[in-house]
């Protein structure tokens, strides 16, 4: 997988050339480019935004400067990102489904934005263009979104985690629930004991005990998530969690 982030802050990039995504990248699963937007801009400022039309505080990022930069970049079978605000919430499923795809351009705005018609422009040239947002919070700009959207979609690419199997009961994961607590050595730490089940050997029981506790987690921190399961998903016994 190939992916270009666009940004004014390259160096906020700079964490991705480290653990996971870095090893990813050396060893050819994935191509990340971090180009620097400035590198398109004409005036001797390189200047990439102005005053918004209609007025208003802030600047808005110029749509030709973003055009000569995402001409460059954009493949046939790139798909758009764009953080935002105002975009559809970035969830696992959607880290997924970015996961089978073999181009992403990560575009990083500034809060007030990008000139709309940067995103209308793509769309209609027939570009898959999705605006995400992490969350209903503010930041300054789309980079750290942008850290999030890699990591989370790399780290799915097979050969990137080594075991593939902690990719399958971790919180979000597939089961839909929250992860259960997970415990090491000592089995006793500051008067606190390891749950007996989990010295027992036994994994029958030991995997009931953890999905009892990913109900129970799921329950009382993310009532939502309970709710959103597939019915079935849930068996006779966890109904009685
Ligand atoms: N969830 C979220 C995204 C943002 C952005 C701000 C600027 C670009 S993207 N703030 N909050």
Request: charge should be negative; hydrophobic fraction near 45%.
């Amino acid at each position: 997988m190939r992916i270009d982030v666009l940004t004014i802050f390259p160096d906020y990039l700079a964490p991705l050339r480290l653990s996971l995504v870095g090893k990813a990248h050396e060893a050819g699963i994935l191509d990340l480019r971090v180009h620097d937007l400035r590198e398109w801009t004409t005036d001797r400022h390189r200047t990439v935004d102005d005053t918004p039309f209609g007025g208003g505080a802030g600047m808005v990022m110029r749509p030709d400067v973003w055009g000569a930069a995402l001409d460059d970049v954009l493949t046939p079978d790139a798909h758009l990102l764009l953080p935002t605000p105002s975009g559809e919430v970035f969830a696992q499923p959607t880290a997924h489904a970015l996961a089978h795809e073999t181009h992403l351009v990560i575009a990083c705005g500034r809060y007030e934005g990008i000139d709309a018609r940067v995103a209308e422009h793509y769309r209609a040239a027939g570009v898959r263009v999705s605006e995400l947002s992490l969350g209903d919070y503010v930041l300054n700009g789309g980079e750290v979104a942008a850290l999030v959207v890699v990591e989370a979609v790399a780290r799915l690419l097979p050969g990137v985690v080594g075991n593939p199997e902690s990719l399958v009961e971790e919180s979000h994961g597939e089961a839909g629930l929250l992860e259960y607590p997970v415990f090491t050595k000592p089995p006793s730490w500051r008067g606190l004991d390891v749950p007996d089940v989990l010295l027992s050997g036994h994994h029958a029981r030991i995997a009931r005990w953890r999905r009892d506790e990913a109900l129970r987690r799921t329950a009382a921190r993310r009532p939502d998530m309970l709710s959103a399961l597939d019915p079935g998903v849930l068996d006779a016994r966890d109904r009685d969690v």
